[in-house]
Nanobody
Framework: QVQLVESGGALVQAGGSLRLSCAAS???????MGWFRRAPEKKREFVAA????????DYADSVKGRFTISRDNAKKMMYLQMNSLKPEDTAVYYC????????????????WGQGTQVTVSS
């Protein structure tokens, strides 16, 4: 069983930055991890994914060049550095983890966190 807890969400002005964190509680290894988000009245969408080694990453087109995903396996942590935030980035951000082989945005996940709210004001 894996438990994921996100943190770092906040209210920020457009152009600002935030760093989200995801703490994983597990006795095993988590292969692929990712971030998703759900804006009000919209479907959940992929944001970024990272392989076990951190060598492979994938991003949604809407966040490329602004967001950076990273992980620290020793600490069982994953991060999302978000720069140049826009009002359209406002959403609940979810951490996801799974045992599937990394497949970029197509990766399937087994575990989900409860989410952390990010609000970007204009």
């Amino acid at each position: 069983q894996v438990q994921l807890v996100e943190s770092g969400g906040a209210l920020v002005q457009a152009g600002g930055s935030l760093r989200l964190s995801c703490a994983a509680s597990t006795s095993g290894r988590i292969f692929t991890m990712g971030w998703f988000r759900r804006a009000p009245e919209k479907k959940r969408e992929f944001v970024a994914a990272i392989s076990w080694s951190g060598t492979n990453t994938d991003y949604a087109d809407s966040v490329k060049g602004r967001f950076t995903i990273s992980r620290d396996n020793a600490k069982k942590m994953m991060y999302l550095q978000m720069n140049s935030l826009k009002p359209e980035d406002t959403a609940v951000y979810y951490c996801a983890a799974g045992n599937s082989v990394y497949s970029g945005y197509r990766t399937s996940y087994d575990y989900w966190g409860q989410g952390t709210q990010v609000t970007v004001s204009s």
